[in-house]
């Protein structure tokens, strides 16, 4: 896009906006609360727009307009800066601009908790100047577009100037945006800004002050919202922050140990101090806030923190905090409370020269107490010399049970210094096992911890800058995009991170559109977010960017009628019809198959839909190739009518046979020329004409197996075919709804090669299984609307000297360091396990680089990259303390799915044992200084054997206990494609008492109070009669009721007098107006809400059939197949003493 | 008579050794053109375009995974050649390659066409690693045993030769 965005510097441009400025100053940000709406990619609130129709001279404007010009890239923020610290599910802010603002959520940006999750429809996102859509690429006006495409300029050119180089002194004021400028000079400068104008801005958009004359203004000024006279005055304020902020940033090369001397600017202050310990671990932090406020571990508060330890023993602080953990457990448990009255002897009282002798004392820590585990980078960082970091006290697991933290565990945070670590990447979306790199491979295998990233590259986020830009500055050699951990060397040349070579500045990248001056390419936004997407110019894309396609293939044979979700799925997609995210290009299809193949033409025109049959399913052709798919618009209403009646039209079939292959096949027919998505619904095992499986299942051998069988696929066709479907930008989505074995080993490999998701409902029945519909349902709807990305290739790249080794989750693997996602969905995590080849020596940092290059569902190109920036170490310890202990099981998770599909399963479980004994012994001998009996681990893995034995007890792995083929391969095939958070609950359910939940600590989210009860540990001990208590694993709620629970609750909350008369098949909670009701329903409706996928609640009391699944993710107790968690803790001490 | 038909193993053996010399040396370009390809700086930001070369290069790499068969089947070929030959030390020699094939095709991941290589699972470093090595492992042994097949094939034709000697004498 073209701005010549320098000019502003000229001095000719008044107010040269650039619009979206202060976003950049995070600082500036941290202290706005709240804005957590919507994402950028949203063309309205590109703020750049207004400017389009103020053309400083009429002669010049042209030379704006087409472009010619090299541009400087127009940054948009997307949503107002303000938004930056308000992490998406910040609970503590209440969002007031979303509710005034819902049109302009853009439907891409579901948002990610507790917001509404529905994309909004486009139509209403963007209202723009329908005129602008004269390309066919674009039938969506709403595109902001790059003019520089050549093929998309509607009019004559001015401009073949690709020459970036040749910047346009002029004074042009053209900072015109793409889409602005198209619509020409015509439209009245406010009109530009009309998606905003009607709306009320956002209360604290920090240009709030200069945007109401913004509307008004005649076309003649120049800014769009910012007004010549006030020109900048959101932006100054801020500006010296901004400086002060980067007056660190030549402590950059510096080693991570140590502390910017200076500490953190002023305004730090009062953000870090609340995180003190004393003050966060007084009351039990809601999660959110904890990992915020973790997350900065700053300089200044772990000196402070220290300080207080060092007064340590006579304090009270720590013991009371640890005691206030204490209460909800049962008396009796072994070391708990007698070492309590001890005073802790804190390690930074400990010798320099001895510092894990503290080891044995009794004194715990709190366990994961948000204050000492999120210190422990910055202490380590301080001087691993004086005190030992809180990750690595040593902690026996022997003597201390009571481990889990109180609220879900935050990552670690890289000790890094403080000016990269507020840069780099936040750990949901981009997080590694091993938050300091070892400098050398053979030091990582003295570690024996496997070293890998987890991804969530496409996240709902809440808010993500766009840039938009000509030229995207990467590095010319290895290709990595400028990123916030390249180094300047001067105001003309940058250093990449990755390969070490010098690149030039190129010229446009020189301004800095948020501070709007020149010469501070430092500024810029790419070089201020570790999180950035830009809009891609045409070298991006090989064939014009395909619309949104949908194709829907759906069982209809007796199997799939029966179970009735025919009705489900016409009635959700009706309702979501019009939010399906696309522009209008947008096409859908259907067809259906049960023994014959069933297409349906929607031709514009038809009075009905037609249904054409083609029973030949060994050779398999379209009937009429060009009316099956059909632009969703212009046949909208046939669409609606097909819906209507599918349901009734098969519903009397006897047809019990299915051909899922030929159907599959003939949907990739139909779907090649464009690329898209394509929904398999299957209810039953396809036993017909191509790819027709065999039962391979024999039920009696579920428990007595010695090792199961079967984990492979059965056949390549579906592999195959996927691998078809991937080249030609396809991705199959299975929806699995069945009883019976369906062979999801050999069913799933049409999802993973072509980068889809796969969902599975046992058991699914319209009637029978009211909680399974509930979960389609809602399942659904999150499906049809999400975010969607299509035609994507994602690369990872990362310093030289390391290398990819392995990917896991569901693609395509092109190249070393290239997967082929024919569609990216929000939902979708991957894991990447790495090497070292070459020895890191002299490196202090490196890093890590994903781009994801998609095509949204608007028809733009785009291009999402994370950075993430890790310290090199040298020692084991610090190996050791930088251990990441949830990304290290969920990578050993996807480890040892592989495992069990090459070798076999009990290789795989051996394995996982393996990886904890090896870690630990390792730890053991290269780290511990002082030898002790009992199991010592470092206090960062100081869950890793429970959740070793959590995996070992996991669905996926677990043996000797009755599970479905399809369960198991269900479950290792969530392991491998769910984010790690997700991966997590599934792996180590959580459980909390809920009978007695109380306002204390809880957190307040749009008006909602949501109650946060602790963590119990998954033991029965924890389970008491007398309560109620809530299991989330994942995809399932368990909400089991004691026999003897008070009938308080059961009253208040389900509503039964007594507890003989709790119904069997309970699945909601009735909606009683008392306080406790609503607190039970708020706190499962909040849990709900922080995962894309629906989790079902099934309320058990002791004669529930489902009480058996509920007692297996009991996992420190002990069954008749597996180890209790003593048992497992002794076992692994036995080897690693051995 | 001057040839024999041990001498015409040898003979056919040189021949078909060098061809397997040549499908070892494709075999190893072609993982390493996989494995490098990422530091491939032409293909610039535009992953998605398989430019010409690229695509030459991707029909390379497949050839040469096709030539996995062709490469048993000629090994094993000769081996049953040197059998009916009688010539125990030289098979003795190629046995382990051939048992090698033998397992190394039967444990190959399921497919329902003839080959050896997922495409799935052959960017895995460890499988990647792993062909590769034996693509030079290969190469060694074919280097070698072309050499010795020489040697016997010379060995064959001159014995017969000092045979026919002694015989007219």
Partial sequence: MSTAGFNSQNGTGTGQTYANGPSQNPVALQQLPGVSYGMTNQPPYNPVQAKAPAPPGPGLYPAGLYQPIPPVSSYQPGPPPTSYPSSAGQPLLPRPPMGGHPSHTPPQSASPSPGPRMPMPPAQATPPPPSVSSSSYYPNPQQPMTPAWQYNTPTPPLGPATSISAPPMGPVANHVNPAATLAGPSLPSSASYSSAAPLPPPPNMSYSTTQPPGPGMPPTSLHGYTQPGVAPPPMNPMAPHTYQGQSNRPAYGPPPTGPTPAGPPPTMKPTSFPTGPPVANATPPPPKADAVAGNGPQATNSYNHLDNKMAGPTQPGPPGRHLGHYPSLPPGYQNTSAPHATPPIHPAMQAATQPYTQAPQPYQQPPGGPGPAQLSPSLAAMSLQSSTPEALRVVNLLQERNLLPPAPVPAPTPCLTQDLQKLNCSPEVFRSTLTSIPQTQSLLNKAKMPLGLLLHPFKDLSQLPVVTSSTIVRCRFCRTYINPFVSFLDQRRWKCNLCYRVNDVPEEFMYNPVSRSYGEPHKRPEVQNATIEFIAPSEYMLRPPQPAVYLFVLDVSHNAVETGYLNVFCQSLLDNISSLPGDSRTKVGFITFDSTIHFYNLQEGLSQPQMLIVSDIEDIFLPTPDSLLVNLNESKELVQDLLKSLPNLFEKTMETQSALGSALQAAFKLLSPTGGRMSVFQTQLPNLGVGALQSREDPNQRASAKDIQHLAPATDFYKKLALDCSSQQVAVDLFLLSAQYCDLASLGCISRYSAGSVYYYPSYHHQHNPAQVERFQKDLKRYLTRKIGFEAVMRIRCTKGLSIHTFHGNFFVRSTDLLSLPNVNPDAGFAVQMSIEENLDDMQVVSFQAALLYTSSKGERRIRVHTLCLPVVNSLSDIFAGADVQAITGLLACMAVDRSVTASLSDARDAMTNAAIDSLMSYRQSVLTIQQPGLLVPACLRLFPLYILALLKQKAFRTGTSTRLDDRVFAMLQLKYQPLAYAMLMIHPALYRVDDLTDEGALNINERTIPQPRLLQLSVEKLSREGAFLMDAGIVIYLWIGRNCHSNFLTQVLGVPNYAAVPDNLYLLPELDTAESQRTRAFIGWLRDQRPFFPSLHIIRDESQLKASFMQNMIEDRTESALSYYEFLLHLQQQISK | ?169
């Fill in chain 2, 1 to 169: 008579m001057a040839f024999t038909f041990a001498a015409f193993c040898y003979m056919l053996a040189l021949l078909l050794t060098a061809a397997l010399i040549f499908f070892a040396i494709w075999h190893i370009i072609a993982f390493d053109e996989l494995k490098t390809d990422y530091k491939n700086p032409i293909d610039q930001c535009n992953t998605l375009n398989p430019t010409v070369e690229k695509v030459k290069k991707i029909k390379r790499v497949k050839i040469a995974l096709k030539l996995v068969l062709p490469e048993y089947l000629i090994h094993f070929f000769f081996c049953v050649m040197f059998f009916c030959a009688a010539e125990w030390l030289t098979l003795c020699l190629n046995l382990p390659l051939l048992a090698y094939h033998v397992w190394r095709y039967m444990s190959r991941p399921v497919m329902s066409c003839p080959g050896l290589y997922d495409p799935t699972t052959i960017m895995n470093a460890d499988i990647l690693a792993y062909c590769q090595k034996e693509g030079w492992c290969k190469l060694a042994f074919y280097l070698l045993s072309f050499f010795y097949y020489l040697y016997g094939y010379v060995e064959a034709v001159s014995s017969d030769r000092r045979a026919a000697q002694h015989g007219s004498v």
